[in-house]
């Protein structure tokens, strides 16, 4: 792994106050994705680095903007936030957010990405507006509108390139896998989601399982098995995803393949985490052994360096 230093040169990043910008995002990543930032550190080339973590650290923080408080101070806070956010990419005022400085310098140098901040400002009302999930469509339509704009904010770095590249069934597999990880995490946060009185988890699954909010955060043995029940359904809705995402690194480059192969192997542990929790996600979240994380990174890291050489 190179030096933060060199890899800022591999990208192309020579001024010191853009060096200032990105550390400061890389910081922010690190701090709440470590996984997913030694994924990215380790496996892809590194001139992809600093744009990659740029768009996932302005992700988080559009996120973090938009997931507390009241809906009307939510609603403010996007429109000020999308205004500020498009600014930055126009080039028509100064910038006094070090995150907006860092994507607008990434979006000057991969133009691409644009479409994909649009994307991703213009479906964050489904997050604004989230009060939980009455039906199965309901999570599906947050799920395309919200999660899957989100995801491609990083996967556009490692999508495929060329002519006789498949785009489209890269964009399908994305969809897959971000979907398979959306559901495990509402599953993982079930325990901290109910306190706060809203879950990931569509009301019909839940009254069907004669669960409630009240349940949850206070559950007795009957509403374990019940949620021990729900979990294995949502839990093979999801493993139905990722194995439908299961081709994804077969369409990329072989310099990113090991990258990708790590996110879905990555994705796959959480899943078996979860599962195995059960009904005691009631108490919190699923830890996925870290060893078992290790070994998933280092074999991809092996594969890293020989497509390198």
Not at 152 to 162: K, N, R, S, Y
Not at 210 to 217: D, K
Not at 252 to 271: G, N
Request: proline content about 5%; hydrophobic content about 45%.
């Amino acid at each position: 792994m190179p030096t933060w230093k060199k890899t800022l040169r591999h990208a192309g990043i020579e001024r010191a106050d853009l060096h200032v910008d990105y550390t400061q995002q890389r910081s922010l990543v690190k701090a709440f994705a470590k996984k997913e930032y030694l994924a990215v550190r380790l496996l892809l080339p590194a001139a992809l680095h600093p744009p990659i973590i740029a768009a996932v650290a302005f992700m988080h923080l559009t996120d973090e903007r938009v997931d507390t408080g009241e809906v009307a101070h939510r609603k403010n806070e996007l429109a000020e936030w999308s205004a500020a956010t498009r600014a930055a990419l126009d080039g028509t005022r100064p910038i006094d957010n070090a995150t907006l400085r860092a994507l607008a310098d990434t979006v000057t140098r991969h133009p691409r990405l644009r479409p994909r901040v649009e994307a991703f400002l213009d479906g964050a009302h489904l997050e604004v507006d989230y009060t939980g999930f009455l039906t199965e469509q309901q999570l599906q339509d947050y799920v395309e509108g919200y999660s899957l704009p989100a995801f491609m904010l990083m996967a556009d770095f490692v999508a495929p390139t060329g002519t006789h590249s498949d785009q489209a069934a890269f964009e399908t597999g994305c969809r897959a896998l971000i979907e398979s990880m959306q559901r495990v995490d509402f599953l993982d946060d079930l325990a901290e989601d109910a306190v706060g009185g809203v879950v990931g988890i569509p009301q019909q699954d839940l009254d069907r399982h004669q669960l409630t909010l009240a349940s949850i955060v206070h559950p007795s043995g009957e509403a374990r098995r019940a949620l021990a029940e729900i979990v294995r359904e949502q839990a093979a809705l999801a493993q139905d995803q990722l194995q439908a995402a299961a081709r994804l690194s077969e369409l990329v480059d072989p310099s990113v393949r090991p990258f990708v192969t790590a996110l879905w192997q990555l994705q796959s542990l959480k899943l078996t985490a979860v599962r195995h929790a059960a009904g005691g996600l009631v108490d919190g979240g699923a830890e996925v052994p870290l060893p078992a994380v290790l070994r998933t990174l280092g074999r991809q890291y092996r594969a890293a360096r020989f497509h390198r050489k």
